[in-house]
C-alpha cells in the first residue's frame, strides 16, 4: 500500500512537471534496478512502439546517471544502485538533470529525476571508545563535552537524539549554540567515590530520526581519579576573534587563560585544541601548551572560508589531571586582496576609418573575487578618445567608438581598459588592445606646387626628360597608387588667343603614366614656340577615385641656331642698284651692294647702312658690324652696331676711284654665327655723285625709306647759281635747326631711365639691333620711322661714365653683360640721368605694352 501511494505521487509529480514543459520524476536511493521511474514515452506523448521507432534514449551527462529508458516500453527504468549521498551529498533536494533524445524529428527533452532521502546510513561517533578521567571530588552538576555522532542523510533521517545507559551517577545533556551546532556534554548528576565504583562503563547511543531509526553507539570509559577534585576554569567561555586574512604567519589569534584552584602540580594547566570547525582549521593555527597563546600557522582566504570553530582543552598536571574547555571563533575579515581581472570576449579589428559613431568595436568581462566594496568594479578606457566604454549588463561593457577617425593622422589605437576596484587601497588591471585603423579613399592626390615653371633649351632631344612631378595621396594601398594624365593646354608666345596653326601640348610632351615624368617628344624651336602651358591630372586607384591637378608653363630658352640675315636695301634705286642680300649660314656672304661718293668727300659722312636681323633673341640676336676687308687704316669705316658705312677721313683723288669693301656681321651668341656683306664704293666728281644722288631718290619714291643713306654736300645744280643760292639757303637753315635742338637739349630737363645700380645707357636700335624684353608695364619709345618690333633688350656697358662735357661718340665699346630682365614684380633699382648712346634724333613716339617688337631703324628708349 505504501508502495502504492508513493507511485500515484510520482506519476502525479511527473504530469504536472510535463504540463510545465519539463518532465519531472522522482525516486528513492537505493531503489533496485528495474525499478520503473515513470513511464516517459507516455509522458512525452508518445504512442505506442513509436518509443523504439524513434530511438528514444538518454544522452549520456558526465557523471553516471544510474537510469536508463526501455526501448520496448519507453519507460524510465533504474540501472544501477542510486546512493543521495553519493550524488548529492548534503545537498538537498538532490535533482540529475537528464537530456533525452528522440530522433525522427530530432527532439531533445529535459527530465529532471529528484533522488529522495530514505534513512540507509546510522549515525557514526568518531571513536568506537571515549576514556574519561573525572575527578573524585568532582561536585554535582560538572559537565564535560563529548563528541557527537554524525549522520549522512539529511532532513529528519539525520535528526540525532542522545541516550545514556541507566546510570545514577551521569546524565545527557544536548544545547545549541549560537552558530546552531548542537553540543553534546555529560553530566555528573552525583558525586563519585573511587573506593565504590573505580570505574564508570556508559553506552552513549545516537539514534537518529527516520522510520525505522538507526542507531549508532560509542562506549564510554569513565576513571575516577581521586585527590585533583579541581579542574582549570577558562576566564570565558567563548573567544571571539576578528582577523583580517592578509594576517602574516605567526600572527599571534588570541590568548587563552585558565586557572586551577589546586596547588602544585595539579594546578599546572596545559592548553591543546580538541576539535576543529571547519576540519581544514587543523592547519590554520596552533596554540602554546603553556602560555595558551594562539598563533596562525598558515595564511587565510577568506574567499575559501570565513569563520573557524576551535575547542580548547586546559588540562591540569594532577593525578588525575583535570580539564577545562572555551571554545574560540575566529572570524576572517576580508581585505582587497585581489586585483580586477579583464577579459576580452569578443574583437573587431581592423575598424574602418568611416565607421560611424555608436559602432561596437570589442566586448569585455570584468570581475573580482572580492566582496563587498573590494569587488565593486569600475572601469574606463584609456585614452577617453576616440573609443569609449558602455556598461551593458553587470559585468559586461562594449567598447564603441565615440568620434570619427582619420587613418591618415593615426593608422592605429593603442587603447588600454583599466578596471578599479572599490577597495582602500584600490587595486587596477588593465588590458591593452591594439585596434588598427583600415583606409578608405578620402583623400585627393595633391601636387607640392599649383604651378610648375620649367625651362627647357630648344633644339633638345627627343626623349629628353624637362622635369618630374609628383603628387602626394596620403591613403595607402590603391587609394594611395597615383596615376598622371596629361590635360590639354596650348602653345603660345605670350598667352594669347591660339594661332590658327595651333598645336597640343601632347604633341611636344609626353608624361609618364607611373613615375610623373615629363619628356620631350621633339627638339622644341624658340622661334616657333616660347611658352607652353598645360595641365597635369594625378588620379588615385581608389573607389571611386579621387583626382589633383596642377598647371605647367614650359618655357623654351632660346639657342643661337640661327645666323644673322642681311636685309635688302630699303630702296633700291637710292642704293645704286644693289642687288638683294641672301641669308646664310655662319660666315656665309652676301650680294655686292654699292654706293657713291664724292671726291672731297669731309670725314664721318655717311655713305651706306648695313641692314641685318637675327632670328633669335637677347645676346643671340644682338648684332655688330666689323670691316673685315680692307685691313688697317683706311678711307672708311664701319659702325661698330649702327652698320653706317662713314669715311672715316676726307677723300682725295690718291685713294683710287673704286673700292671693295667686305663687311662682317656678327651675333653675340655662344658659338657666334656671322655674315658677310660686300659693299662697292665708287669715287665720282661731286657733279656726278649729286646727279646720282638725284637718280637715287627719284627711284625710291613712293616708299618710306627706312634706312636712308646720308650723303655730303648736295648741290642741286652745281653748274647754276639757282642751285648754288638754294644749297647756301639750306645749309643756312640746317645751321639754325642745329643751333635751336642744341638750345632745346642744353637747358631741357633730362630725360631718366631706370637702370640697375651703373650709369644706364640709352641704347637705339640703330647702335645695338634688337633686343628682348618682357615688360606688362607701359615704355616710351621713339622711333624715326618703321613698323616697331616685338622684344627690347637693355645693356649696361661695362665703362666708366664719361667725364662731363665729353661728346659722345659714334660708337662705343662693345657692352659684356645684359643689365636686367624686368619680370612681373622686379623692377630696376635706381633712376640715374640718361646718358646718350644714339644719335638723338627721333620722327616720333610710340608706346609698347607687352613685348616689344626690334626696330628696324633708329629708335631710343627716352623714359620709363
Not at 571563533?329 to 577579459?343: G, H, I, K, T, Y
Not at 610648375?452 to 622635369?467: C, H, P, Q
Not at 656683306?677 to 619714291?701: D, I, M, R
Not at 635742338?741 to 640697375?756: C, D, H, K, T
Request: hydrophobic residues 40%; proline residues 7%.
Amino acid at each position: 500500500m505504501r508502495w502504492g501511494a508513493v507511485l500515484q505521487l510520482l506519476v502525479l509529480q511527473a504530469a504536472w512537471a510535463l504540463a510545465g514543459g519539463q518532465v519531472r520524476y522522482s525516486v528513492p536511493e537505493e531503489a533496485k534496478a528495474g525499478t520503473v521511474v515513470g513511464r516517459l514515452a507516455q509522458d512525452l506523448g508518445l504512442e505506442a512502439g513509436e518509443a523504439e521507432a524513434r530511438r528514444l534514449r538518454l544522452v549520456a551527462q558526465g557523471r553516471r546517471a544510474s537510469v536508463e529508458v526501455s526501448g520496448a516500453s519507453g519507460a524510465l527504468l533504474v540501472s544501477s544502485r542510486l546512493d543521495r549521498e553519493e550524488l548529492c551529498g548534503k545537498s538537498a533536494p538532490c535533482a540529475l538533470r537528464l537530456e533525452v533524445l528522440l530522433e525522427r524529428p530530432l527532439r531533445v527533452f529535459h527530465v529532471q529525476l529528484e533522488v529522495t532521502d530514505i534513512n540507509d546510513n546510522a549515525p557514526v561517533f568518531p571513536a568506537a571508545r571515549k576514556n574519561l578521567s573525572i575527578a573524585e571530588s568532582s561536585v554535582p552538576g560538572s559537565r564535560f563535552p563529548l563528541e557527537g555522532a554524525s549522520d549522512a542523510d539529511i532532513g529528519a533521517n539525520a535528526q540525532l537524539s542522545y541516550t545514556l545507559s541507566p546510570t545514577e551517577h551521569f546524565s545527557l545533556d544536548l544545547q545549541k549554540s549560537n552558530d546552531g551546532n548542537n553540543e553534546l556534554e555529560l553530566v555528573l548528576t552525583k558525586s563519585l567515590d573511587r573506593e565504590t565504583i573505580p570505574v564508570h562503563r556508559l553506552v552513549l547511543t545516537a539514534s537518529d530520526g527516520g522510520r525505522p531509526s538507526l542507531t549508532g553507539t560509542m562506549e564510554l570509559v569513565i576513571s575516577v581519579v581521586d585527590a585533583n577534585d579541581n579542574a582549570p576554569q577558562f576566564n570565558q567561555s567563548v573567544y571571539q576573534v576578528q582577523l583580517s586574512e592578509n594576517a602574516a604567519v605567526g600572527t599571534l589569534v588570541a590568548r587563552v587563560n585558565a586557572t586551577d584552584a589546586d596547588e602544585g602540580s595539579n594546578s599546572e594547566v596545559v592548553y591543546a585544541v580538541t576539535s576543529f570547525i571547519p576540519p581544514s582549521g587543523r592547519d590554520v593555527i596552533s596554540v602554546n601548551p603553556k602560555t595558551g597563546e594562539i598563533h596562525l600557522t598558515a595564511a587565510l582566504d577568506f574567499e575559501l572560508e570565513n569563520v573557524f570553530n576551535f575547542r580548547i582543552e586546559a588540562r591540569d598536571q594532577g593525578t588525575p589531571s583535570l580539564s577545562g574547555h572555551c571554545k574560540v571563533v575566529l572570524e576572517v575579515l576580508d581585505v582587497n586582496d585581489n586585483a580586477p581581472e579583464v577579459w576580452v570576449t569578443s574583437l573587431s579589428v581592423p575598424v574602418s576609418e568611416d565607421a560611424s559613431v555608436g559602432t561596437v568595436v570589442a566586448l569585455l568581462s570584468v570581475s573580482d573575487r572580492d566582496s563587498g566594496a573590494n569587488g565593486r568594479v569600475r572601469c574606463w578606457v584609456w585614452p577617453a578618445l576616440p573609443f569609449g566604454l558602455e556598461a551593458t549588463f553587470a559585468g559586461s561593457y562594449s567598447l564603441v567608438l565615440r568620434e570619427a577617425l582619420d587613418r591618415e593622422r593615426v593608422s592605429e589605437y593603442e587603447v588600454e581598459v583599466r578596471a578599479e576596484d572599490g577597495g582602500a587601497p584600490a587595486l587596477r588591471a588593465s588590458r591593452g588592445l591594439r585596434l588598427p585603423v583600415s583606409d578608405v579613399n578620402d583623400n585627393a592626390p595633391s601636387f607640392a606646387q599649383a604651378v610648375y615653371t620649367v625651362l627647357a633649351r630648344e633644339n633638345n632631344a627627343a626623349g629628353a626628360e624637362l622635369a618630374r612631378l609628383w603628387a602626394r595621396d596620403p591613403d595607402e594601398a590603391g587609394n594611395g597608387r597615383v596615376s598622371y594624365s596629361l590635360w590639354e593646354g596650348g602653345a603660345g608666345g605670350g598667352g594669347a588667343a591660339p594661332p590658327s596653326g595651333w598645336r597640343a601640348a601632347s604633341s611636344y610632351v609626353a608624361l609618364d603614366a607611373e613615375s610623373g615624368r615629363l619628356w620631350a617628344l621633339q627638339p622644341l624651336d624658340y622661334e616657333q614656340l616660347q611658352v607652353l602651358q598645360f595641365e597635369v591630372r594625378a588620379v588615385d586607384a581608389g573607389e571611386p577615385p579621387l583626382c589633383g591637378n596642377a598647371t605647367v608653363q614650359l618655357f623654351v630658352l632660346d639657342e643661337n641656331d640661327n645666323a644673322p640675315a642681311l636685309l635688302p636695301p630699303a630702296g633700291s634705286a637710292a642704293e645704286a642698284g644693289a642687288k638683294p642680300p641672301s641669308s646664310a649660314g655662319p660666315g656665309s656672304g652676301s650680294g655686292t651692294l654699292w654706293a657713291w661718293a664724292a671726291w672731297g668727300a669731309p670725314a664721318g659722312q655717311v655713305l651706306a647702312k648695313i641692314r641685318a636681323v637675327d632670328a633669335d633673341s637677347g645676346y643671340n640676336a644682338w648684332l655688330r658690324y666689323e670691316l673685315w676687308e680692307p685691313r688697317g687704316k683706311g678711307p672708311f669705316r664701319v659702325g661698330l652696331y649702327s652698320g653706317e658705312v662713314s669715311t672715316a677721313r676726307p677723300l682725295d683723288e690718291a685713294d683710287g676711284p673704286r673700292h671693295r669693301l667686305l663687311i662682317v656681321v656678327r651675333d653675340h651668341g655662344e658659338p657666334a654665327r656671322s655674315a658677310t656683306a660686300t659693299l662697292s664704293v665708287s669715287l665720282l666728281e661731286p657733279a656726278e655723285a649729286a646727279l646720282a644722288a638725284a637718280a637715287g631718290s627719284s627711284a625710291a619714291s613712293g616708299s618710306r625709306s627706312a634706312a636712308p643713306v646720308e650723303l655730303g654736300a648736295a648741290a642741286a645744280a652745281a653748274a647754276t647759281n639757282v642751285w648754288l643760292v638754294v644749297a647756301i639757303c639750306a645749309v643756312s637753315s640746317l645751321f639754325l635747326l642745329a643751333l635751336v635742338l642744341y638750345g632745346a637739349s642744353r637747358w631741357a630737363p633730362r630725360a631718366a631711365v631706370l637702370s640697375a645700380p651703373g650709369p644706364t645707357t640709352l641704347v637705339c636700335a640703330s647702335e645695338v639691333g634688337s633686343w628682348s624684353y618682357s615688360q606688362r608695364h607701359s615704355r616710351s619709345l621713339c622711333v624715326a620711322d618703321g613698323a616697331p618690333k616685338s622684344d627690347l633688350m637693355v645693356f649696361s656697358p661695362n665703362f666708366p661714365p664719361p667725364p662731363p662735357g665729353a661728346a659722345p661718340k659714334d660708337t662705343q665699346p662693345e657692352p659684356s653683360a645684359l643689365l636686367d630682365t624686368v619680370s612681373d614684380t622686379a623692377l630696376f633699382s635706381s633712376l640715374t640721368p640718361i646718358q646718350p648712346f644714339c644719335p638723338s634724333r627721333c620722327s616720333g613716339s610710340v608706346r609698347i605694352q607687352g613685348r616689344f617688337t626690334r626696330p628696324e631703324r633708329d629708335e631710343c628708349l627716352t623714359g620709363a
